[in-house]
């Protein structure tokens, strides 16, 4: 059985709670708040924010856990079977979701938070129609033309609200790495809220927070544009940073895992090949991430003669860090990831914001 025959999908502009009988409809709760269940870090994250003492918010991946291959326990289908609103950052990357759902009993409203972004199909140019620079001196073509011509049949138009259903892999799923989709996902969870339980005191703190994401953009906008285009280049371990790389003209010069999966495996001639793109590009670090094994980046790193950052260094990517550190909310880690970029293409980012910090 599909979620979608199982749950009504909703969006930003219309949600109806799904009449439960019993505690299943948060009922059971103590103080009568509503109880969210969120799939990844950061959407827990940015719905404790939004909703402040308003619901009881729970994720179900724990911090340096990836959404990719998570594996739902007794805690997750518990957690399901009472809550109200289910929230999902969607766009294909809970493959698990269908049926850990069904397992749960979960009888709430699904939230997909990807709604209304502008989807990056699988395969697709994130810089198509921008005026780079893609030729270097030495003949190579930039990664990412070579990432678009061996992906070139899944070419995939994007239409918006059009991505229900469809499979892992369709389109990109690291939507959060642009704030400002952030931002869509944020009005998502308050609007669904809202509509949940009208009662719910939560306007104050999701203004609060949604002033604070607007502002987190224009800070890693002015960061980056410390540094000039042509120089923006970046190696991750895998293809997670697609809408980064959209919204702030950032060249992923190529990924360790030639995947937006991060179980996929590289094969030698791939290693081999981002090592001579490294090399071409005067890319001069490798990023690891923070819910993936080093090993390999590390690998590469040491072959293209570059350095590796890694450990406190690495990218907060799929998940956020440890609650406390600095990659532990949303916005601690786009400060963190791009205070870390922008450092290694030899510039400062600007002062943080009192607000942010």
């Known amino acids: 059985m599909q979620t979608t025959a199982l749950l009504s999908t909703v969006g930003a502009a219309a949600l109806v709670l799904t009449g439960c009988a019993g505690p299943a409809a948060g009922a059971g709760s103590a103080d009568d708040r509503l109880e969210i269940v969120a799939t990844t870090t ?108 061996e992906h070139a049949d899944h070419d995939h138009a994007h239409e918006p609200d059009d ?45 609060a927070y949604l002033d604070r994401l607007a502002e987190l953009e224009s800070w890693m906008r002015g960061s980056i544009e410390q540094v000039p285009v042509e120089e923006r ?49 005067g890319t001069p670090v490798v990023f690891s991430e923070n819910a993936i094994d080093p090993q390999l980046a590390a690998t590469i790193a040491r072959e293209a003669g570059v350095e590796l950052r890694q450990g406190e260094d690495a990218l907060a990517a799929d998940a956020l860090g440890p609650e406390g550190s600095p990659t532990g909310t949303y916005i601690g880690s786009q400060l963190h990831n791009t205070t870390a970029i922008v450092t290694a293409w030899g510039a400062e980012p600007l002062p943080v914001p009192g607000s942010l910090s």
């Open 42 to 149: 950061q959407l827990a994250d940015i719905a404790r924010e939004i909703v402040g003492d308003g619901a009881e918010v729970t994720s179900l991946l724990r911090p340096g856990a990836s959404a990719h291959s998570f594996d739902p326990g007794p805690a997750a289908l518990a957690a399901l079977a009472s809550a109200d609103l289910l929230v999902i950052n969607g766009a294909g990357l809970e493959g698990w979701l269908d049926s850990t759902v069904e397992a749960s009993g979960f009888a709430g409203t699904l939230v997909d938070t990807s709604e209304g972004i502008d989807l990056i199909a699988e395969g697709h140019d994130p810089h198509e129609g921008h005026d780079h620079d893609h030729e270097h001196a030495d003949g190579h073509e930039h990664a990412d033309e070579a990432r678009a011509a």
């Open 163 to 207: 991505h229900a259903g469809h499979d892992h892999g369709a389109f990109d799923p690291h939507v959060w790495t642009d704030p400002a989709n952030a931002i869509v996902q944020a009005e998502a969870i308050r609007d669904a809220v809202t509509a949940a339980d009208p009662d719910a005191d939560i306007d104050a703190s999701a203004t």
């Open 233 to 281: 280049l970046v190696v991750t371990t895998h293809d997670t940073f697609g809408y980064l790389e959209r919204a702030f003209d950032v060249q992923v010069v190529g990924t360790v895992l030639p995947s937006l999966d991060d179980s996929a495996d590289a094969s030698a001639a791939h290693i081999d090949g981002l090592v001579a793109e490294i090399r071409a590009t």
